[in-house]
C-alpha cells in the first residue's frame, strides 16, 4: 500500500507505518504543492494522510476516487466534503481526544491574556511605553465566579469548562446541538439556548465543529447582544466570525475583548487590523501545537492508515 503523507508529521507516526512495511511518500514541508500537484500525487497512492486544511471538496473526489481512505492529521474535518467521501465509500479518519488538553489550554490562555491585556502590556515594553506605576493603567478584569459560555460542549470545550471551574470557580453555561449530561453532572453546566448563551456569557469561547450552517454566526448582531465585559474567544475555526464585525466590535466597546488561535483567512495577513487593538491577541493557529499533542496526533492518524492497511475499521472514522 503506498501512503502519500503531504508534510511530514512527528517520527513517532512516521515509525509505526515504517514498521508495517508502509511504502511512504513524503513531501517536505517547504515544498508548498499547487492543487493540481496535490491531486496527481494522491492519484498515484492508496492513502492521503493529510496535514493542513487542503479542500478536498467533490472535485478531488472526483478526481481521486482510487483513494482507499483519507487518514487527517487534525480532529477537525470541515475542510472534507463527507458526502462525497461516503458516495464513493472512502473512509475518513481524524485524531479525536489527544488534543484536547493542548486546545483547552489556548482558549484558557487567550482569555486571562486578553481580561488581563498580557500581550498588549508585553507589546508596550517592547515599544518602550512601561512609564511610572499608574493607578488607573492597564487596568483588567479578573475572572473570578464569572460565566464561562461554551458554544459547543465536545471533548475540548469540556476541558476547557472544567479548567475554569477549578481555577476561577466560573459558572459554565453551554449551547450545544445535545445535552452533556456529563458535562451537567461533573461541572454543574446549565443547558442554555443560543440567545441566553449571548447575554450571559462574561467569556464565550467557542468549541464546536464548523459547519457552513454557523459560518460568521458571531457577527454584527450577535456581538451587539453580548455583555459589555465579555470577552470572545475562538480556537475552533475563523469561520465562526465575521472579521470585520468583530473589529467593529471591539473598536466600539461593544464587547470587551477578543483571543483568537484562528482567522480566516489564514495564514492572517500582517497588517490585519485586528492585530493593531489593545484589545485583541491572536495566535497562529497552534492549539494543538505541542510536543505531546502532536505526537499523540501522528500515532492515531498512523493508527487510521494502518487499519487501511490490514483490512479493518479505522479506529478513529468520521463516517462509517
Ligand atoms: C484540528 O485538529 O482540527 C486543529 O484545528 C488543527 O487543524
Given at each position: 500500500?503506498?501512503?502519500?503523507i503531504?508534510?511530514d508529521?512527528?517520527?513517532?507516526?512516521?515509525?509505526?507505518?515504517?514498521?508495517?512495511?508502509?511504502?511512504?511518500?513524503?513531501?517536505?514541508?517547504?515544498?508548498?504543492?499547487?492543487?493540481?500537484?496535490?491531486?496527481?500525487?494522491?492519484?498515484e497512492?492508496?492513502?492521503?494522510?493529510n496535514?493542513?486544511?487542503?479542500?478536498?471538496?467533490?472535485?478531488?473526489?472526483?478526481?481521486?476516487?482510487?483513494?482507499k481512505?483519507?487518514?487527517?492529521?487534525?480532529?477537525?474535518?470541515?475542510?472534507?466534503k463527507?458526502?462525497?467521501?461516503?458516495?464513493?465509500?472512502?473512509?475518513?479518519?481524524?485524531?479525536?481526544?489527544?488534543?484536547?488538553?493542548?486546545t483547552?489550554?489556548?482558549?484558557?490562555?487567550?482569555?486571562?491574556?486578553?481580561?488581563?491585556?498580557?500581550?498588549?502590556?508585553?507589546?508596550?515594553?517592547?515599544?518602550g511605553?512601561?512609564?511610572?506605576?499608574?493607578a488607573?493603567?492597564?487596568?483588567?478584569?479578573?475572572?473570578?465566579?464569572k460565566?464561562?459560555?461554551?458554544?459547543?460542549?465536545?471533548?475540548?470545550?469540556?476541558?476547557m469548562?472544567?479548567?475554569?471551574?477549578?481555577?476561577?470557580?466560573?459558572?459554565?453555561?453551554?449551547?450545544?446541538?445535545?445535552?452533556?449530561?456529563?458535562?451537567?453532572?461533573?461541572?454543574?453546566?446549565?443547558?442554555?439556548?443560543?440567545?441566553?448563551l449571548?447575554?450571559?456569557?462574561?467569556?464565550?469561547?467557542?468549541?464546536?465543529?464548523?459547519?457552513?450552517?454557523?459560518?460568521?454566526?458571531?457577527?454584527?448582531?450577535?456581538?451587539?447582544?453580548?455583555?459589555?465585559?465579555?470577552?470572545?474567544?475562538?480556537?475552533?475555526?475563523?469561520?465562526f466570525?465575521?472579521?470585520?464585525?468583530?473589529?467593529?466590535?471591539?473598536?466600539?466597546?461593544?464587547?470587551?475583548?477578543?483571543g483568537?488561535?484562528?482567522?480566516?483567512?489564514?495564514?492572517m495577513?500582517?497588517?490585519?487590523?485586528?492585530?493593531?487593538?489593545?484589545?485583541?491577541?491572536?495566535?497562529p493557529?497552534?492549539?494543538?501545537?505541542t510536543?505531546?499533542?502532536?505526537?499523540?496526533?501522528?500515532?492515531?492518524?498512523?493508527?487510521?492508515?494502518i487499519?487501511?492497511?490490514?483490512?479493518?475499521?479505522?479506529?478513529?472514522?468520521?463516517?462509517?
Amino acid at each position: 500500500m503506498n501512503v502519500f503523507i503531504n508534510k511530514d508529521i512527528p517520527e513517532a507516526g512516521i515509525s509505526l507505518l515504517r514498521k508495517k512495511g508502509i511504502n511512504l511518500t513524503i513531501n517536505p514541508t517547504e515544498n508548498v504543492l499547487s492543487r493540481n500537484e496535490f491531486i496527481k500525487i494522491c492519484q498515484e497512492n492508496d492513502v492521503l494522510l493529510n496535514v493542513g486544511a487542503n479542500n478536498l471538496d467533490e472535485d478531488f473526489f472526483q478526481q481521486c476516487s482510487n483513494l482507499k481512505g483519507i487518514a487527517l492529521f487534525s480532529v477537525g474535518f470541515d475542510a472534507v466534503k463527507i458526502a462525497s467521501a461516503n458516495s464513493r465509500k472512502i473512509p475518513v479518519g481524524n485524531t479525536p481526544d489527544v488534543l484536547n488538553r493542548a486546545t483547552s489550554d489556548i482558549a484558557f490562555l487567550l482569555m486571562q491574556n486578553v481580561a488581563r491585556k498580557a500581550f498588549f502590556n508585553h507589546k508596550k515594553i517592547i515599544n518602550g511605553d512601561w512609564n511610572t506605576f499608574n493607578a488607573l493603567e492597564n487596568l483588567g478584569q479578573e475572572l473570578y465566579g464569572k460565566t464561562l459560555g461554551i458554544f459547543g460542549l465536545g471533548r475540548i470545550g469540556f476541558e476547557m469548562a472544567r479548567k475554569c471551574k477549578v481555577a476561577f470557580e466560573m459558572n459554565i453555561i453551554y449551547h450545544n446541538r445535545s445535552h452533556n449530561e456529563n458535562a451537567e453532572k461533573e461541572l454543574n453546566a446549565q443547558y442554555v439556548d443560543f440567545e441566553t448563551l449571548l447575554s450571559e456569557s462574561d467569556v464565550l469561547s467557542i468549541h464546536s465543529n464548523y459547519t457552513t450552517e454557523n459560518n460568521e454566526l458571531f457577527n454584527k448582531d450577535t456581538f451587539a447582544k453580548m455583555k459589555r465585559n465579555a470577552i470572545f474567544i475562538n480556537t475552533a475555526r475563523g469561520k465562526f466570525h465575521n472579521e470585520n464585525d468583530l473589529f467593529q466590535a471591539l473598536t466600539n466597546d461593544i464587547i470587551w475583548g477578543a483571543g483568537l488561535d484562528v482567522t480566516n483567512p489564514e495564514p492572517m495577513k500582517q497588517d490585519n487590523p485586528l492585530l493593531s487593538l489593545p484589545n485583541c491577541c491572536v495566535l497562529p493557529h497552534i492549539g494543538s501545537a505541542t510536543f505531546e499533542a502532536r505526537n499523540a496526533m501522528a500515532v492515531c492518524a498512523a493508527q487510521n492508515v494502518i487499519a487501511l492497511f490490514e483490512d479493518k475499521k479505522m479506529p478513529f472514522c468520521v463516517n462509517e
